[in-house]
């Protein structure tokens, strides 16, 4: 049960489509912008055109993998994802092969206290 919670925000970030990426490079910085909460939750849903590794990087340079780290996920399937990520910081979005991203759809939410 959510107790305290006087609204549940939920903010478009980001669409792109059709946009060349380059391996290990920032495809993008996300930033925790929930205010009045701690904690954002970012989800989104990607696709590409070659198999490789999702992964955020943050500030410090530590790095989280949002696909196997092990395995290549497989080409144009969709990766769906969901991370939490303290407001006021920011991280990297990467992907380890260099292909086409045919989407990027971000989207950001969290309860207003």
């Given amino acids: ?15 792109r489509t059709n946009e060349s990426v ?5 495809i993008c910085e996300i930033r925790g912008d929930i205010e009045n909460n701690d904690v954002t939750f970012v989800s989104f849903q990607a696709a590409f055109e070659d198999a490789g590794k999702l992964y955020i990087v943050d500030e410090n340079g530590n790095t989280m993998y949002l696909t196997d780290p092990n395995n290549d996920w497989p080409s144009r399937y969709q990766i769906l994802s969901t991370f939490m990520l303290q407001s006021g910081t920011t991280v ?9 991203m045919t989407k990027l759809i971000i989207v950001q939410g969290g309860g207003v206290f």
């Fill in 1 to 15: 049960m959510l107790r305290g919670i006087t609204e549940l925000r939920s903010l478009p970030y980001l669409t």
């Fill in 92 to 100: 990297s979005l990467k992907y380890s092969a260099t292909t086409t």
């Fill in 22 to 26: 380059t391996a290990d490079t920032a």
